[in-house]
């Protein structure tokens, strides 16, 4: 069974508008870690927020924003304000248990294309 | 502070050809990781290191594919006879590892795009 689930191969918004990209994952172990990443066409795999699975609060870094659905096993990544500049590969991740000695697992991603 | 080194960026061999990928971690990470990244699709582990011992081994291809990390410090991974199923993107990461023991958020680097003709 898929662990990280991406339903959106590709999405549009016009610049300076919020966008939403989802992701569901699946686990049994109560300790977990949610990333998003970010892979504009140059390769890199950009850290753009993380979501523990015991946090209390939405995670938050500048434009990014976690919607972390516990019961839903869903912890989407809103965009507020998209720029040009944000046209790219989002993939979500986690990891399993506290240590962070078990792999990141990947969701196959969501194209982001962002239109003057 | 300097990220994630890897070289080179591109590579285009022969199948049954032997290719290397050098990685050199952001200073201080203990934890390094090699992930493939077949077009299409969301990084895999290959590998994960911690100092110079392997952590996690359970999905590197052991009849052709071979990676160290002498020193704890930067890695080298090989493939040796190239497959076309080996065109992919290799992506090196790295991490902390936190007072606690815990491993850190892992931050990649740029990438080796090989094509396998």
């Known amino acids: 069974a898929q662990k990280i689930t991406q339903t959106q191969p590709g999405m549009f918004v016009q610049e300076k508008e919020a966008v939403t990209l989802d992701c569901t994952y699946d686990t049994s172990d109560p300790s977990y870690g949610l990333f998003w990443y970010k892979q504009p066409s140059s390769g890199e795999m950009i850290f753009l927020i993380y979501?523990?699975?015991?946090?209390?609060q939405n995670a938050t870094e500048g434009r990014y924003s976690l919607n972390f659905q516990k019961a839903r096993k869903s912890a989407n990544l809103v965009i507020s304000a998209s720029q040009l500049g944000d046209s790219a590969m989002y993939f979500c991740?986690?990891?399993?248990?506290?240590?962070?000695?078990?792999?990141?697992?990947f969701g196959k991603g969501t194209r982001l294309s962002v239109i003057a | 502070e300097a990220g994630v080194a890897q070289s080179p960026r591109y590579k285009i061999i022969e199948k049954r050809q032997s290719v290397a990928f050098w990685c050199n971690p952001i200073?201080?990470?203990?934890?390094l990781y090699w992930y493939q990244q077949i077009l299409g699709q969301g990084p895999k582990l290959l590998i994960q290191f911690q100092n110079n011992g392997v952590v996690d081994d359970s999905q590197l291809p052991k009849d052709r594919f071979s990676a160290e990390r002498l020193k704890g410090v930067d890695s080298t991974l090989k493939i040796q006879p190239a497959k076309l199923e080996d065109s992919a993107v290799y992506l090196c990461?790295?991490?902390?590892?936190?007072?606690?023991?815990?491993?850190?958020?892992?931050?990649f680097g740029p990438g080796t795009r090989l094509t396998v003709l």
């Open positions: 991740a986690m990891r399993e248990g506290y240590s962070g000695n078990t792999p990141l697992v």
């Open positions: 990461a790295s991490s902390l590892v936190n007072l606690a023991g815990y491993t850190d958020t892992q931050y």
């Open positions: 200073s201080g990470h203990a934890t």
């Open positions: 979501q523990g699975s015991y946090d209390q």
